[in-house]
């Protein structure tokens, strides 16, 4: 079993930045793709950015430039640095493991709340 820890999340004011964080530990088979999700109350949870085992990032379009996703070679680790929050980035921050469709693991999250 695989076992991923967020931290990081908490309460900033818009314009302010956090810094979210993610560990995997447990049976980790190879190096998997990892990532950061976030959901509302009542809607989907959708794809922040990701972070692929030989540096290759990807970011949603509704986060480029603001959202960016650090993860070392090689390690199991990845953190989220988030700027210029705005309200509308209020959700809980999810990692991701993924090593296919079906062998993939989620962390509880984090929340993050933004105030204006």
């Known amino acids: 079993q695989v076992q991923l820890v967020e931290s990081g999340g908490g309460l900033a004011q818009a314009g302010g930045s956090l810094r979210l964080s993610c560990v995997a530990s447990g049976k980790l088979f190879g190096l998997p793709l990892m990532g950061w999700y976030r959901q509302t109350p009542g809607k989907q949870r959708e794809l922040v950015a990701t972070?692929?085992?030989?540096?290759?990032?990807t970011y949603a379009d509704a986060v480029k430039g603001q959202f960016h996703i650090f993860r070392d070679p090689g390690k199991t680790a990845v953190e989220l640095q988030v700027d210029n929050l705005e309200p509308e980035d209020t959700a809980l921050y999810y990692c991701?493991?993924?090593?296919?469709?079906?062998?993939?693991?989620w962390g509880p999250g984090t929340q993050v709340t933004v105030s204006s």
């Open positions: 991701n493991a993924m090593w296919s469709e079906t062998e993939q693991f």
């Open positions: 972070a692929s085992r030989d540096g290759c990032h």
